[in-house]
């Protein structure tokens, strides 16, 4: 296979996301720690956990705007800088309301970049290769999650929870001039990189073509309103598992610091592989029947997560949830290549910053949902494991709605 320089794209994005995830998700891991310096309660450490995804939701939008007014490029620097900063700043906190502003400022600051990363796959990578784009590049987030908490447990146990955040500036520093040297808005005019059309043809429809009107089209889309549900549910049951892992692992099953680093790093391996399974049968399979994969994936995820909460033992618990992250991530493919493939390139940002604001809103109920549930039940995670169950089947519907017929762009055009 010969090397082309979208490849080249895909993989400084690529290394930017699993440092984004990472970046995000080294709080799941320390949050048991930082609880103990600040004495927090079950309900407080899920407002902790919430604070990113406040700033992040809110960003998720203006972010998508910006990526198709301005280019994916500057907001992925801009963003990755800020980012960054707010991680290693992270490490300076002395009590609960320093750290919630720190975590919504955070969230700020990371919250284009999605809109912006899928923007980039949109502007380099054909139609036909958009699932499997999609699949890796949700894959690296994963692997940043499957690598944050072996990389936690060591430094805790050595240092402290504080030079986690201050360690994870300098690779921060790497991404922004590998993105500078090497990721562009959209290929060369006349280049066959080209993703589907014409460069020059999608920066004057980039140009010509109001942020507002590209919001106006996408919100009145019924593919992305019901993507939107679908997601908001979907990502309640992820976040409200990813987040808390670390803690059920070490509280509810007993496991020590050491053991639960590595097998909350197998869960995430496990999404990652997902991710890549998703892609993979979304462009071979299931190109024209998104909704398929997505159905199955959050039916098998809410079977496994049940046999999860009954698991007998701490192992076998942590088995299921592989099987969880790996079912439900085939699922999230699938939601997150249908903006690539339903609108016109230069209104992807706009189209995939609603369907990721939705997401997103339910990683800042999905924490606090866990943390009151278990103030409410006493630290019960069984009762937390049945709601998560309960909001994937819920999660089928709007899955079932999603029809998004052919051919994509002449039906968003016909929303408006």
Avoid at 78 to 86: A, C, L, R
Avoid at 142 to 157: C, S, T
Avoid at 349 to 368: C, D, H, K, M, R
Wanted: glycine letters at 8%.
């Amino acid at each position: 296979m010969t090397w082309k320089p979208r490849y080249t794209v895909l993989s400084v994005v690529l290394g930017a996301f699993l440092l984004c995830y990472m970046d995000r998700m080294v709080m799941a891991s320390a949050i048991p720690f930082i609880a103990r310096d600040f004495k927090l309660s079950s309900l407080t450490m899920g407002a902790v956990l919430s604070a990113f995804f406040a700033g992040y939701a809110l960003m998720q939008l203006p972010g998508g705007l910006l990526a198709d007014r301005f280019g994916p490029r500057r907001v992925l620097l801009g963003s990755i800088v800020w980012f960054s900063i707010m991680t290693a700043l992270t490490g300076w906190v002395t009590g609960l309301v320093s750290i919630l502003a720190v975590r919504i400022l955070f969230g700020l600051g990371e919250g284009p970049f999605p809109s912006a990363a899928w923007k980039t796959v949109a502007n380099w990578f054909p139609a036909q290769e958009a699932g499997r784009a999609c699949g890796l590049l949700q894959a690296s987030s994963y692997l940043g999650a499957a690598v944050a908490p072996l990389f936690v447990g060591p430094v805790i146990l050595a240092w402290g929870w504080r030079p986690v955040f201050y360690i994870l500036f300098a690779p921060g520093v790497l991404l922004v001039l590998l993105v500078w040297l090497f990721v562009k808005d959209a290929p060369a005019v006349g280049s066959n990189e080209a993703a589907g059309g014409n460069a020059q043809d999608e920066a004057d429809a980039t140009q010509s073509t109001p942020a507002k009107a590209n919001l106006l089209r996408v919100l009145r889309n019924p593919v992305v309103l019901w993507c939107a549900a679908c997601f908001f549910l979907a990502n309640t049951v992820a976040w409200g598992l990813m987040n808390w892992l670390p803690t059920y692992l070490l509280e509810a099953r007993g496991f020590g610091v050491e053991k639960m680093s590595v097998f909350t790093a197998i869960t995430n391996l496990a999404g990652m592989v997902g991710f890549v399974l998703g892609g993979y049968l979304c462009d071979r399979y299931f190109s024209e029947r998104l909704r398929v994969p997505i159905i199955a994936g959050l039916l098998t995820s809410a079977a496994c997560t049940y046999l999860a909460a009954v698991a007998p033992t701490g192992e076998w618990a942590v088995a299921w949830l592989v099987l969880v992250y790996l079912t439900s991530n085939v699922a999230f493919t699938a939601i997150f290549t249908l903006p690539l493939l339903i609108v016109p390139k230069h209104a992807v940002g706009a189209t995939f910053g609603a369907v990721n604001t939705a997401g997103q809103i339910s990683g800042v109920l999905a924490p606090l949902l866990v943390g009151f549930i278990l103030e409410l039940t006493h630290n019960d995670f069984h009762m937390v494991l049945y709601c998560m169950v309960a909001l994937a089947l819920v999660a089928v519907y709007p899955a079932s709605r999603i029809r998004p017929g052919q051919p994509a762009v002449q039906q968003y055009e016909g929303a408006v």
